[in-house]
């Protein structure tokens, strides 16, 4: 159990294999424990903004995010002798954050979101797509498009990478229960693998492709309502029967 | 033997298994012949790809200067007292 960040509740039997630490990891790790400032100071640009990004989902102010992040980073250099290598090094520092920032929500009384398909928030059964977009099941074609999406291909680069698209996406991510901005967050913002992220947050790969569904499913909604207004008015309206397709695995 | 054609109701719910990787090659045939044949489908997947791309563009974010610095001094501090 040596390298796990804090006590108990940390082992998991739901996460695939972590990748043990690269070559560039150990001899990074050699640096750091030889007490090599440039390594330390390569390491945090590496992680920084990731790490204050995903300790944002945890606590409430960006300021206390800062603090978790800057305690991880102590977390980490005490940690280092006991560091074995056998999850990458990457994968330990973002667990000691998100223990971190796990008890300091608790500490300024936040719950901590539990890694669930139903969290709070997120209405059960709620559909990726609109029920109204699609043709109803006695219908000539059951379940194809009424009000089809159109390709983001023609809209300009300019206006898809402007600050407000972004905003509006930063926006929606934010918006997401806590779980789900945590793994698109890491996935989509952050380029972390499946594996790291299931090791990271203790989910399961099935549980985290779901969650990574519903997420990206609820942001392209988000970007598709402000590229594309006056979308919603094409078909019979939002309401009507929120039914359940099942996610097929 | 022929399975059912996907609908694009079901397409939907597919999507992030087939860009992940994981779906059967069997159902992966299924999405990709369904994709091919059908444009509200095939802009979805452009879509939700255009989508994870700005999202990717969201991680441009530098870590303040001034973090930056307490860190190196924290890290001095530890290096001191090893």
């Known amino acids: ?249 | 033997m022929s399975t059912p054609d996907l609908t694009c109701m079901e397409m939907v719910e597919l999507v992030t298994a087939y860009l992940e990787d994981t779906l059967a090659p069997a159902d992966r045939a299924r999405f990709e012949d369904h994709v091919m044949v059908c444009d509200g489908c095939s802009a979805y997947l452009d879509q939700m790809r255009h989508t994870i791309r700005l999202a990717g563009s969201l991680s441009e974010e530098a870590i303040p200067g001034d973090a930056r610095d307490a860190l190196l001094q924290a890290f001095r501090g530890w290096k001191a007292n090893r």
């Open chain 1, 1 to 249: 159990m040596t390298d796990t960040a804090f006590g108990p509740g940390e082992a998991t039997t739901v996460a695939p294999p972590a990748a043990a630490a690269s070559p560039e990891e150990q001899r990074l790790l050699a640096a750091l424990r030889g007490g090599d400032e440039a390594a330390f100071a390569q390491l945090v640009d590496r992680f920084g903004s990731s790490m204050l990004r995903l300790a944002m989902t945890w606590v409430s102010t960006r300021a206390v995010a800062e603090e978790v992040v800057q305690e991880t980073w102590l977390g980490v250099l005490n940690g280092l002798d006991r560091f074995e290598g056998r999850s990458s090094l990457k994968t330990w520092i973002f667990r000691i954050l998100s223990n971190t920032a796990k008890k300091r929500a608790v500490r300024e009384g936040r719950s901590i979101p539990v890694s669930s398909f139903a969290e709070p928030g997120d209405e059960r059964g709620e559909p990726t797509v609109e029920r109204w977009r699609f043709s109803a099941p006695e219908s000539r074609y059951p379940g194809g498009w009424t009000v089809p999406p159109r390709s983001w291909d023609r809209i300009p680069e300019e206006q898809l990478l402007s600050a407000e698209t972004l905003a509006h996406v930063r926006r929606a991510i934010d918006a997401l229960p806590p779980v789900q901005r945590q793994v698109i967050t890491m996935r989509d913002v952050d380029g972390f693998s499946s594996a790291e992220v299931c090791n990271v947050l203790e989910l399961s790969d099935t549980n985290q492709r779901v969650l990574l569904h519903r997420a990206r499913g609820r942001v392209r909604r988000a970007l598709e309502r402000y590229l594309e207004p006056g979308l919603d008015l094409e078909g019979d309206g939002p309401g009507g029967d929120a039914g359940t397709p099942e996610v097929e695995t």
